[in-house]
């Protein structure tokens, strides 16, 4: 019996953490360091074949840094990656794809295995 006062207790303590944890990520609207958040997304499906997604992203990233993609997610990268465009040293795409720069390095390719391609530019 002395067992369920026990979860009790660890439940409301996880809880508590867990609020915390929140709080400190999204005190005042502010962005933890180091991360990135979603602000906006447009989805564009007027084309039967094609999506064109759109998306606005805050990041507070650390000395040295700038917003970019890791594994197809918003993410703090080396700002050498962004000031000299070489976008796949970023590792944008997801595992199983592979990474090929756009023309005039506007960009870049994610091929899938099956050959599914999804095409990035940078503006």
């Given amino acids: 019996m002395q067992l369920l ?3 009790s207790a660890l439940s409301a303590a996880a809880l508590l953490f867990l609020l915390r944890l929140h709080q400190r990520i999204h005190w005042e609207g502010q962005t933890m360091a180091g991360t990135c958040e979603v602000v906006t ?9 094609r ?11 650390g000395t040295g840094q700038m917003a970019g993609t890791i594994r197809a997610r918003p993410a703090c990268v080396d700002e050498g990656v962004v000031r ?3 976008w796949c040293e970023m590792s944008p795409c997801l595992e199983d794809e592979v990474c090929h720069l756009l023309d005039h390095q506007s960009g870049w390719i994610c091929t ?6 999804k095409t990035t530019t940078v503006s």
């Avoid at 064109?52 to 805050?58: E, F, I, L, Y």
């Fill in 5 to 7: 006062p026990l979860i």
């Fill in 41 to 49: 997304l447009d989805e564009d499906r007027s084309q039967p074949w």
């Fill in 51 to 61: 999506t064109v997604n759109r998306q606005s992203v805050r990041c507070a990233c």
């Fill in 84 to 86: 000299t465009q070489q």
């Fill in 112 to 117: 899938q295995p099956g050959g599914r391609v």
